[in-house]
């Protein structure tokens, strides 16, 4: 009964799934649940149908489903939320939590109006990746977009799925469109052991995604022989031709590239967050050895900040400071944290990686996509699908996979069309979701895998939640924090 109250019509009357679309946004499901907040889904029902990337969809209609969430919190009144935010459904178990953060921790404190699109891998499949593109382009219009954990097909995952083609990364598609920066920051708990522990603060990392290494051409050199590298302007200019090196036997050979446009972007898109953080920037190269390349960089920063942030910076005793990656490693390492660390591509996805351990968990780390205007930010986990919880899920088994990074996606996208709106009552309700989910990890309520970095290896069962407890312990302290005065100003 409950998989057929879901399926949702939308102005057809035949009976035939062409003519209805599943709705797997929480959103639909409390509009047909009771008004009692504590009421909850049998966990059969995350096992079956709409969360097991069961998505039907119409031909008839477009793959964006405008929803309204009707369910009211008993003892609250629901924050009105003016403009709307565009929500990208996920893969696996990071589909399954994402549903119930939705339907305990937003939908019932929230009137809020979602653009949902459903990017799970076989609607990816389905639509021949367009979803993808109309998602991010919704997100242009929207400005605020959160994102579940998707699949990046490889051959095993276009084997196992029986997919059309290999997809590319959502992520790399959005990121394209929105022409912005990924920005990494850890989500800090007290009691939850540190591998460097002077980091008393966050470090947020800046990754430039574009170019460089992941955009070059390589080669093998199979024997001697000279190399060159030529460029060959528009317009019949003469060609640009340079000596690279003289082969006296094999070899390899790499040539990459990037432009200024996306470091323009790059650099407007750090400053802009660092500024709204009030947190310092750094940039950091290797402008000693690469003087033309990684000096463009450096000459680029520096004019983007003289010419539009300095003054700003200033204001808010801030600044901007380039520095080499060999002693912004060592500066990092010994910090106490609390700055804005822009890195290019290959350092970033490095360094972002080190951070996340440095710090904990990649579970503790929140991730954010923002454009270089600073005005469109699409906000998700930094982890993947988890796929291994997945797959005791779907044996019945239980799990407890750690939600803290979706619910911080959820948050982040959420304060981002606060500050937009000028809404005090929805950033309000933000800061007390956030610290509601940092409270109960402090209170000692938490999952496996923390648990495992606080007690260690072979901790029992009796020192952590599963999936479900631990957001039910999060909605608990929410409910608490609600009553308390304002914290925002």
């Known amino acids: 009964m409950l998989k057929q109250a879901l399926r949702v019509r939308l102005g057809a009357s035949s ?117 993808t593109v109309e998602s991010a382009e ?95 302007p528009e317009g019949g200019d003469k060609p640009v031709e340079l000596d690279v090196y003289n082969f006296k036997g094999p070899g390899v050979a790499l040539a990459m590239y990037n432009v200024d446009e996306s470091i323009h972007a790059f650099a407007q898109s750090s400053m802009s967050l660092a500024f709204s953080k009030k947190w310092p920037l750094y940039l950091s190269t290797k402008n000693t050895i690469l003087k033309k390349y990684d000096g463009r960089f450096k000459d680029i920063f520096q004019e983007v900040y003289e010419q539009n942030w300095k003054d700003k910076f200033e204001e808010n005793s801030i600044w901007y400071e380039h520095r080499l990656i060999d002693d912004m490693v060592a500066y990092a390492v010994k910090s106490e944290g609390g700055y804005v660390w822009a890195c290019k591509n290959y350092d970033g996805d490095v360094q972002s990686d080190l951070l996340a351990q440095g710090f904990g968990s990649l579970g503790l780390m929140t991730s954010v996509l923002l454009s270089s205007d600073g005005k469109t930010l699409e906000a998700e986990a930094a982890h993947g699908t988890v796929t291994r919880h997945f797959r005791l899920h779907q044996k019945g088994q239980e799990t407890s996979t750690n939600s803290i990074a979706s619910i911080f996606a959820w948050t982040r996208g959420l304060e981002h069309r606060a500050k937009l709106d000028k809404n005090e009552m929805l950033l309000d309700f933000v800061q007390k979701l956030e610290a509601a ?39 608990v302290n929410l409910d608490l924090k609600l009553q308390e005065p304002a914290l925002c100003k």
């Not at 079956?48 to 990337?53: A, K, R, S, T």
């Not at 490889?154 to 990924?182: A, C, H, Q």
Request: glycine share 6%; hydrophobic share 40%.
């Open 15 to 131: 009976s035939s799934p062409a003519s209805s679309t599943m709705l797997s946004s929480s959103s639909s499901i409390l509009a047909l649940r009771s008004n009692n907040p504590t009421s909850r889904l049998p966990s059969r029902f995350f096992s079956n149908g709409v969360l097991n990337n069961q998505l039907v969809i119409s031909p008839r209609f477009p793959r964006a489903i405008s929803l309204r969430c009707f369910a009211s919190s008993s003892g609250f009144d629901k924050v009105q939320v003016l403009n709307p935010i565009v929500e990208m459904d996920g893969d696996e178990m990071t589909r399954i939590i994402w549903s119930l953060i939705k339907d305990k921790l937003i939908f019932p404190y929230l009137n809020l109006d979602v653009k949902y699109f459903d990017l799970g891998i076989l609607n990816r499949d389905a639509t021949d990746d367009k979803v």
């Open 138 to 232: 919704a997100a242009l219009k929207y400005n605020v977009a959160i994102k579940c954990a998707t699949i990046t097909p490889d051959e095993m995952r276009v084997k196992e799925f029986g997919l059309k083609s290999m997809w590319r990364s959502p992520n790399g598609t959005i990121r394209n469109i929105l022409n912005g920066t990924v920005f990494r920051e850890p989500i800090l708990c007290r009691n939850i052991p540190r591998i460097v522990p002077g980091w008393k603060k966050p470090i947020c990392i800046g990754r430039h995604a574009f170019g460089d290494q992941y955009r070059a051409t390589d080669t093998v050199i199979t024997g001697p022989g000279k190399l060159k590298m030529v460029f060959v």
């Open 437 to 475: 989910c940092i409270e109960t990890v402090e209170a000692g309520k938490m999952t496996k895998d923390l648990a495992i970095l606080t007690h260690g290896p072979k901790v029992t069962r009796e020192f952590y939640l599963n999936t479900e407890e631990f957001i039910d312990a999060v909605a």
